[in-house]
C-alpha cells in the first residue's frame, strides 16, 4: 500500500498540467528513464501514460517482478513493429 501511494505521489508531481497522464516530456523527466538506451522507444509506446499504466509498466522493472514480466516487456519494446515475431 505504501509504494502505491508513494508511486502516485511521483506520477502527481511529474504530471506537471494536472492531467492526471505523463506527456512524453513528462515521461522523459524520470531519471532513471531518461538514461535507458530504450527510452525514446518506451515513451513512443506510453504516450501520455495514465496512472494504471505507468504502475504497471515501471512494476515490470522492478527487482521483484517475474522474470516473465520482465521478458514480455522486453520482448514488447524490441518488437516495434508489433507482429509478435
Known amino acids: 500500500q505504501d509504494e502505491v ?16 497522464y505523463l506527456s512524453s516530456d513528462e515521461f522523459m523527466a524520470i531519471p532513471e528513464l531518461s538514461i535507458n538506451p530504450v527510452a525514446q522507444r518506451l ?19 522492478s527487482d521483484r517482478a ?11 519494446v524490441y518488437d516495434v513493429d508489433g507482429d509478435g515475431v
Open 43 to 61: 515513451v513512443r509506446m506510453y504516450a501520455n501514460v495514465n496512472f494504471k499504466e505507468f504502475a504497471k509498466l515501471l512494476s515490470a522493472f
Open 5 to 20: 501511494e508513494a508511486l502516485y505521489k511521483r506520477f502527481r508531481t511529474l504530471d506537471r498540467g494536472h492531467k492526471g
Open 66 to 76: 517475474p522474470r516473465d514480466t520482465k521478458l514480455e516487456y522486453m520482448f514488447m
